[in-house]
């Protein structure tokens, strides 16, 4: 019997896969915004569910260190985009990691609202201080906020680095008019206003496609603030790559083979988080046979249907009888892989009620309506031109697949 070997492959939120491959343009665009002297441009990193955004965000990490800038960040829950204040928390706690080791004159500390007890020495930017700072400076939470990063970039500028705030799931930032809480604004308010005065702070946003339109929405200056990457399938070369690299270095049960590989590619649609899946179950199917002496056959149907179980499964659940006809439909307009319009739907809709193969239509408003729940519920959303596209990659794949 071979010793069992370790799949390599990691299918998974946020999991380093074995080789991250392709991204060399996206690696670039980034390295080139960290050369703004004065920054301008903030990078947005944005694609859909499983596209590889956050594996990308680490590596983008490795470069702004490398290139001397300070880096925080961590995920943008909805809590910490509840509330103004909430928002500052979340930002000073962040910001406190890198700055406690940061030492401030008291003379730089000594504004006339802020008069430090201990006057003699030299200060810390400890969390406790930046806290302070916070709470005794005038104004708004935009002033505070700016009030505390204003001392931090005086010590950014002796040592003349810059620092990235770096803001994963950030679709999740919202400013909630209701309740006369405004975070999102604020964030952009703050960060446009110290760029403006050159200090160098910059902001990397990242999240699913949903995040660009809601910044514009929130303040239109937006538009010109970011630079945004757009992750997107990988090519056939470096979908390629991520499946071959992994089993090349291993000296595993699974060796490359040209037709396997081209079904993977097929199947996985070049998606990286289906490609570790897909590569995954392959992987455990060929150490498995190994185990048993048989020789490596592959279904990929069968894995499909695992995928369908997996992950796509309990998405579909979650919708009702008449979103699913809706969504049918959908999977049946030309270029549902791309993009459609509430337009096509409702004529297609009608088309195929004609032909018996629903049994009603769909008004204009009620498609509308129902577009609205459905990217509530992250099936859909709008893209900027104002048609909608699916927000899970092969979702209309999946959806063909479904017996009515
Ligand atoms: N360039 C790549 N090459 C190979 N595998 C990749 C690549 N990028 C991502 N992956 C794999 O794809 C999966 C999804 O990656 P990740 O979690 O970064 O996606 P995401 O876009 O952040 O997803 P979400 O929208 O759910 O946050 C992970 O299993 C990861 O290992
Ligand atoms: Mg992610």
């Known amino acids: 019997m071979t010793k069992k070997s370790i799949n390599p492959f990691r299918p998974g939120a946020g999991h380093s896969p074995p080789y991250l491959a392709g991204r060399d343009d996206e690696k670039a665009d980034f390295a080139k915004l960290l050369k703004q002297t004065i920054v301008m441009d903030n990078p947005i990193v944005t694609g859909l569910r499983g596209v590889g955004k956050t594996v990308l965000l680490e590596e983008l990490k490795q470069i702004a260190i490398n290139s001397g800038w300070y880096w925080i960040g961590t995920d943008m829950s909805e809590t910490a985009s509840l509330t103004e204040d909430n928002l500052a928390t979340r930002l000073m706690a962040d910001l406190a990691v890198v700055t406690s080791h940061f030492v401030v004159g008291r003379k730089e500390a000594i504004t006339s609202w802020f008069h430090p007890v201990n006057v003699g020495a030299d200060l810390t930017l400890g969390h406790d201080l930046l806290l302070e700072i916070y709470n005794r400076a005038p104004g708004l939470v935009t002033d505070k906020l700016k009030a505390v990063l204003e001392l931090v970039a005086k010590v950014l500028a002796k040592e003349n680095r810059g620092l990235i705030f770096a803001y994963d799931e950030a679709q999740n930032l919202s400013d909630h008019a209701k309740d006369k809480q405004f975070p999102l604004s604020v964030l952009l308010d703050v960060f446009q206003s110290l760029q403006r005065k050159e200090h160098r702070f910059l902001l990397t946003l990242v999240g699913l496609p949903t995040l660009f339109p809601k910044l514009v929405e929130a303040r239109t200056s937006a538009e010109r603030m970011f630079h945004v990457i757009t992750l997107d399938r990988l090519n056939d070369d470096d979908a390629r790559d991520a499946i071959t690299r992994p089993i090349h270095k291993n000296s595993g049960p699974l060796q490359p083979n040209e037709s396997l590989v081209t079904s993977i590619i097929e199947a ?22 190994a185990e048993k002496g048989e020789p490596l056959t592959v279904s990929i149907p069968d894995i499909t249907r695992k995928l369908d179980a997996d992950f796509f499964a309990g ?90």
């Open 315 to 404: 998405r579909w659940a979650k919708v009702t009888d008449r979103q699913r006809d809706l969504l049918w439909v959908i999977a049946q307009v030309e270029n549902y892989g791309v993009d459609f319009s509430v337009l096509e739907i409702v004529a297609l809709a009608s088309q195929l009620v004609k032909k018996k193969r629903l049994i009603s239509g769909f008004s204009s408003s009620l498609a509308n309506q129902m577009l609205t729940k459905l990217s509530r519920l992250g099936f859909v959303y709008k893209t900027q031109h104002g048609r909608y596209s699916f927000a899970v990659p092969l979702l209309g794949q999946f959806i063909r697949r479904q017996v009515r």
């Open 268 to 289: 996985s649609g070049g998606y990286p988080y289906f490609i570790q899946f897909i590569c995954r179950e392959v992987y455990d199917v060929a150490s498995q046979k």
